[in-house]
């Protein structure tokens, strides 16, 4: 799809619109002009950075998926909570690489967001060729268990998902 040059994300620049009424807590000319100023500014100095989003193959799963990691999210947040809160624990933290099927620069994104999001894990690095992704995590007990929980509960139905082309 071919981006108007002179508006390339018309959502994002209303969103920045409204986000600068919300911050400035005032609507008037003045405002209102500024707000679109930037909004338009914003988007138009960042088109380089964006990626084309490939169509989602199956809309319905992408959102069963959303609803998962955000169920595992609240999860993730109990356990570090209690491991925190909680009696002394020995924590095993430790670096993991997981070896990736994903291809699709958008699902790649979006796999590396989700273990930043989900807390005791972050992202640390992406490979050069993208083929693996180094995770930190809060308590690795089992690296080799950890690998096949984020393949089966994340990448899978990322590659369900997204139709990844391998490049």
Known sequence: MKRNSWLPYPLLS??????????VNQV????????????????LLTRMFWIDARPVA????????LLLVLLDIVRA?????QRILGPQASLRPGFVVVPLDLRDEL??????????LTPGTVSADLSDDRRRLLLHCLDVADPAAL???????????LLEIFPCSPS
């Open 14 to 23: 209303l969103s920045l619109l409204l986000i600068w009424l919300l911050l």
């Open 28 to 43: 008037s000319v003045g405002h209102l002009l500024l707000g679109a100023f930037l909004g338009w500014a914003i988007a």
């Open 58 to 65: 199956h809309p319905v799963k992408l959102l069963r998926f």
């Open 77 to 81: 947040n109990i356990e570090v909570a």
């Open 107 to 116: 699902a790649l994104i979006m796999l590396a967001s989700i273990i930043s």
């Open 147 to 157: 690998v096949a929980e984020v393949k089966a509960r994340y990448e899978a139905p």
